[in-house]
């Protein structure tokens, strides 16, 4: 597995360790706690639960990633529909709060990101990671030899393979 992070307002000592420490008036101020519950016992989507071999796709689309290190990358978005936290600034209740999905295979959701014609894809939600078939999905990606990421919450392990990971609540 290939993890990258960047942090290239760090400066780092000649051995690798991190110096960076944060400017005194961040040390000082204490932002309001962010509201998020872990809910485990949530119900199920409305409708049937996807098929043995599919995902819930809230939707897929090609555009240019907006955020991040890969920001003006032309990518291809696999968003995923469910989530396990109730975040009060979530900017996609439809794949989380109120999940709405289709049920796609691996193989379908391959072939559609091979065809957007470019080389990045996006797996996002809701939180792609509570799907143990979303690591098929990374290892299929990977082996077509399409850079991706994973955008998720981090409060989910799932061994599957990616060259970027973004974790942010």
Same mark, same amino acid.
């Given at each position: 597995?290939?993890?990258?992070?960047? *942090?290239?307002?760090?400066?780092?000592?000649?051995?690798?360790?991190?110096?960076?420490?944060?400017?005194?008036?961040?040390?000082? =101020? =204490?932002?309001?706690?962010?509201? =998020?519950?872990? !809910?485990?016992?949530?119900?199920?989507?409305?409708?049937? &639960?996807?098929?043995?071999?599919?995902?819930?796709?809230?939707?897929? *689309?090609?555009?240019?990633? +907006? @955020? +991040?290190?890969?920001?003006?990358?032309?990518?291809?978005?696999?968003?995923?529909?469910?989530?396990?936290?109730?975040?009060?600034?979530?900017?996609?209740?439809?794949?989380?709060? !109120?999940?709405?999905?289709?049920?796609?295979?691996? &193989?379908?959701?391959?072939?559609?990101?091979?065809?957007?014609?470019?080389? =990045?894809?996006?797996?996002?939600? +809701? @939180?792609?990671?509570?799907?143990?078939?979303?690591?098929?999905?990374?290892?299929?990606?990977?082996?077509?030899?399409?850079?991706?990421?994973?955008?998720?919450?981090?409060?989910? *392990?799932?061994?599957?393979?990616?060259?970027?990971?973004?974790?942010?609540?």
């Amino acid at each position: 597995t290939r993890l990258r992070a960047s *942090f290239s307002n760090r400066p780092t000592t000649t051995n690798g360790s991190s110096t960076w420490s944060a400017p005194s008036s961040a040390r000082t =101020h =204490h932002p309001p706690p962010r509201t =998020h519950r872990p !809910t485990p016992d949530l119900p199920l989507p409305q409708g049937d &639960p996807p098929p043995d071999g599919t995902l819930p796709v809230s939707e897929t *689309f090609t555009s240019i990633q +907006g @955020e +991040g290190a890969l920001a003006g990358v032309p990518s291809h978005f696999i968003r995923l529909s469910g989530c396990n936290l109730r975040c009060a600034w979530c900017d996609t209740p439809y794949a989380s709060w !109120t999940p709405e999905s289709v049920s796609r295979s691996v &193989p379908d959701l391959l072939r559609d990101a091979r065809a957007s014609g470019v080389r =990045h894809v996006v797996l996002t939600g +809701g @939180e792609p990671l509570i799907f143990p078939l979303a690591a098929v999905l990374c290892r299929s990606l990977r082996d077509a030899g399409l850079h991706f990421t994973i955008e998720t919450a981090g409060t989910v *392990f799932l061994a599957a393979p990616c060259d970027l990971i973004s974790i942010s609540p």
